[in-house]
């Protein structure tokens, strides 16, 4: 069983900037590729950014490109979301998913997510 812990989230103002970690135990981290999503008040939940395997390939929501930025340390089973020039529309529960496929599959393990409020 793949467990994902997300934390890193908060207040910020509009402008700001705040950096994800998602920490993944119970398997061997490289053996999946990631993604950030969130999901905000009374909407569905969307892909933010996802990262493959070795961390070669990265893939981005058009709302979130040029902003964000996705990486991921093997060595330390940790993934990253590095959010800058915040938005109040940012503001959502972010989570960190992973699955066995790629990047763009459908994603099996879900951490239990993280507030972050961007205000204005």
């Known amino acids: 069983q793949v467990q994902l812990v997300e934390s890193g989230g908060g207040l910020v103002q509009t402008g700001g900037s705040l950096r994800l970690s998602c920490v993944v135990s119970?398997?061997?981290?490289?053996?999946?590729?990631m993604g950030w999503f969130r999901q905000a008040p009374g909407q569905e939940r969307e892909v933010v950014a996802a990262?493959?395997?070795?961390?070669?390939?990265?893939y981005y929501a058009d709302s979130v490109k040029g902003r964000f930025t996705i990486s991921r340390e093997n060595a330390k089973n940790t993934m990253y979301l590095q959010m800058a020039s915040l938005k109040p529309a940012d503001t959502a529960v972010y989570y960190c998913?992973?699955?066995?496929?790629?990047?763009?599959?459908?994603?099996?393990?879900w951490g239990q997510g993280t507030q972050v409020t961007v205000s204005s």
């Open positions: 998913a992973a699955n066995a496929r790629s990047a763009l599959g459908k994603y099996d393990y």
């Open positions: 119970g398997r061997t981290f490289s053996d999946y590729a």
């Open positions: 990262i493959s395997k070795t961390g070669g390939n990265t």
